[in-house]
Structures are given as structure tokens and as C-alpha cells.
């Protein structure tokens, strides 16, 4: 059997903003599609790969993953 990584969603909290850093660093936009008034689409992938990344958002729901509000007082965040 052959098992391949082909699409990976990474969080996000702003969509254009994420779209156009990774086409800065090469990403090719795939699709990028508005679904209905809620729901946008993204895929982009690296030249001469065959895994994509897609940001998915709707309006009023926070991604899988995402953090709001402060990080926890903790020596690690004190760190930064």
C-alpha cells in the first residue's frame, strides 16, 4: 500500500493575509473560491509538490486549532 500526505488544513486567523505570505514563498494558488457569503476556500502547493495546504474559513467559526485572547502566564511565555 502506498500512503501519501496530500492535503494538509492549516489554521488561520486571516485568510488574504496567509494567502499572500505563502505565495510570497513560492506556493502556487490552486483554487481560492467564495463558497457561499460565509465560506472561502484556499488551496495553494509548493512548485513540484503533490501535498496542498487549504485554509477553509467561515464566518463566525474560530478553526480547529485556533487560540483567542492572551497566552497563559507561564516561564515560556515570559520568555518570548
Known amino acids: ?16 493575509r496567509a494567502k ?4 510570497q514563498a513560492g506556493f ?16 495553494l502547493t509548493p512548485p513540484g509538490s503533490q501535498c496542498s495546504i487549504i485554509f477553509i474559513t467561515s ?3 474560530r478553526p480547529s486549532g485556533m ?4 497566552p497563559p502566564e507561564s516561564s515560556t511565555a515570559r520568555s518570548y
Not at 502556487?28 to 488551496?43: G, K, L, T, Y
Open 1 to 16: 500500500m502506498d500512503w501519501r500526505l496530500e492535503l494538509v488544513q492549516v489554521p488561520v486567523s486571516d485568510v488574504d
Open 28 to 43: 502556487v494558488a490552486e483554487h481560492d473560491f467564495q463558497v457561499d457569503d460565509r465560506i472561502r476556500f484556499v488551496q
Open 67 to 70: 487560540r483567542t485572547g492572551s
Open 20 to 23: 499572500a505570505f505563502y505565495e
Open 59 to 61: 464566518a463566525g467559526v
